[in-house]
């Protein structure tokens, strides 16, 4: 069952303090707060918005699958000028924040993302 956009967006404000890591790279990002906006990462100019992450979300729910093809290609997921920047860290906040929905896809299929786990 989705995360209601109250429920999804308590959750990564329980990030603050902590240090999430991009899928890929394994780039270390510790988030420094949660407002009610956006999430802001210590020495990172780009940061993920509260509406980026639920438009991402929401498309995983959908598609069943966010790769950074489908970021940066003609899915249109984020409004963020900065989209594969911000789309790889929202990408690791989501299997972060929800495990239980979401599985990392393994590098050994070819692509950086994450899916719905099988039910």
Do not use: C
Not at 24 to 48: F, G, Q, Y
Not at 51 to 61: A, G, P, Q, T
């Amino acid at each position: 069952m989705p995360l209601s956009d109250s429920e999804l967006w308590k959750r990564v404000k329980g990030l603050e303090g902590e240090t999430i890591y991009t899928l890929k790279r394994r780039k270390a990002n510790k988030i420094l707060s949660v407002d009610a906006h956006w999430v802001v990462i210590e020495r990172r100019a780009t940061k993920p918005s509260r509406e980026d992450i639920f438009s991402v979300y929401k498309y995983l729910r959908r598609a069943g699958e966010v790769t950074k093809e489908d970021l940066l290609g003609g899915a249109s997921i984020l409004k963020h000028p900065y989209g594969k920047k911000v789309g790889s860290i929202i990408k690791a906040i989501l299997a972060r924040v929800v495990p239980e929905e979401i599985e990392v896809i393994p590098e050994t299929e070819g692509v950086t993302g994450i899916r719905l786990r099988k039910q």
